[in-house]
């Protein structure tokens, strides 16, 4: 059975304050690894996904990468608007998501 | 081109009605698929579907929980006689091919009473 876990399961940062978000996962036959950020209230918003062992992605102040058993969700000078739950997903030969149970973020001003 | 719409945003039932959400995927997209989310865990999945055909429904109780996705109008996730333990958030979610990106609705979020 697909695993992923995120850390921490909380982040409170300061305004400007980089970090780092993580989701290692066991699957067999990864076809994509998936970032998506939720809101409160609303359903999660796609980011990036990756699919292959050293790529990168970015967008804005986030930046994600991928190695054979774990991503990483960097956030650099990060804003209160970057305050949200960023969820990591696996995508197996079966094609459906399974998700991790979230990082929540908390940027302070 | 609106986004995957779900309905309603709330919907409240007493034990044992039945609850019927709705899904209309994004235009151009013919895979559906629906997760659950209870307070302080993740998205769990339950089913996935395209027109007219149930892929795989392995995350779905086997009672009281049925979907379909017709050939004509939305996707529709059925849970029949409610208990306390249904009340979570469902959401919906369609992509334009098996391996595309999954693009999600606002959800629905069932209370049971």
């Known amino acids: 059975e697909d695993q992923v876990t995120q850390s921490p399961e909380a982040l409170r940062l300061q305004e400007g304050e980089s970090s780092s978000l993580n989701c290692s996962y066991t699957?067999?036959?990864?076809?994509?690894l998936f970032w998506y950020r939720q809101d409160p209230g609303k359903g999660p918003e796609f980011l990036f996904t990756?699919?292959?062992a050293g790529e990168e992605k970015e967008k804005e102040r986030l930046k994600a990468t991928l190695t054979k058993k774990e991503s990483f969700l960097h956030i650099t000078a990060p804003k209160p608007e970057d305050s949200a739950t960023y969820l990591c997903?696996?995508?197996?030969?079966?094609?459906?998501?399974?998700f991790g149970a979230g990082t929540t973020v908390t940027v302070r001003a | 081109n609106a986004g995957v719409m779900q309905n309603p945003r709330h919907l409240v039932r007493r034990r044992g009605q039945e609850a019927r959400l709705r899904c209309s995927p994004m235009?151009?997209?013919?895979?559906v698929y629906w997760y659950r989310q209870l307070p302080e865990e993740g998205l769990k999945f339950m089913v996935y579907?395209?027109?007219?055909?149930?892929?795989?429904e392995s995350g779905m109780p086997k009672e009281r929980f049925s979907a379909e996705f017709p050939k004509e109008g939305p996707s529709i996730l059925r849970i029949q006689q409610v208990v306390r333990g249904d009340s979570a958030a469902y959401f919906c979610?369609?992509?334009?091919?098996?391996?595309?990106?999954?693009?999600f609705g606002s959800g629905t979020q069932l209370s049971v009473l």
């Open positions: 699957v067999s036959g990864l076809r994509g």
């Open positions: 579907l395209q027109k007219e055909n149930i892929i795989d």
């Open positions: 235009k151009g997209h013919s895979h």
């Open positions: 997903a696996v995508q197996a030969d079966d094609y459906k998501l399974s």
């Open positions: 979610a369609s992509s334009q091919g098996a391996s595309e990106k999954l693009f």
């Open positions: 990756l699919y292959s």
